[in-house]
């Protein structure tokens, strides 16, 4: 049992340290630019190995998907969804996101918007899969303006749906930006996407 158990923390670790060089790749070449043999060159691991940890392609890119997801999840929803307050939680998760891909946390910047691009037109597993955090990421910035609307952080005239749009196609724009190195758009999109939840 104890042995079974160190060969799962093993697994476990290297799994994580391979997905960690998986996202860092997609980011900039996309889910399709992955192969076993690109990811064991560039993690320093045997080909072999990352087919007997993933198995397939398609279950690669789920997991490198995941796991590109968790980490923006760590290191700005969780903090922003800490704060006390709705408007709080609602702008620390703009002005985090800006900062996530400013810092190039991943070198292509955000990393659903750029699958979203990839797999918008490619019916399947992944596809459906990007849908639902694009969903849940639009229903976490609605709900949070709702909140925020009720708490008269938000103007009362406030569309929820309609500040969710917004936030989300200045994202767009700004992430584009960023892969461009063209930081007045960069910033531009980062000064209105505030100025949206500002509640002024």
Known sequence: MVETDRRRIRGDKARAGVLAHSARIASVEGLEGLTFGRLATEAGVAKGNIQVLFGDKEALQLATLESAVDMYRDEVVDPAMAQSRPGERLRALVAGWFRFVQDRRLPGGCFLTAVSSEFRSRPGAIRD??????????????????????????PAATDPAR??????????????????????????????????????
């Open 129 to 154: 899969r990007v849908n639902q955090h694009r969903n849940e990421t639009r229903a976490r910035f609605e709900s949070l303006a709702a909140e925020a609307i009720a708490a008269r952080e938000l």
């Open 163 to 200: 500040l969710a749009f917004d936030l989300l196609a200045y994202q767009a724009i700004a992430n584009v930006a960023a892969a461009m190195d063209d930081e007045a758009q960069f910033a531009m999109a980062r000064e209105r996407s505030l100025e949206c939840v500002s509640g002024k």
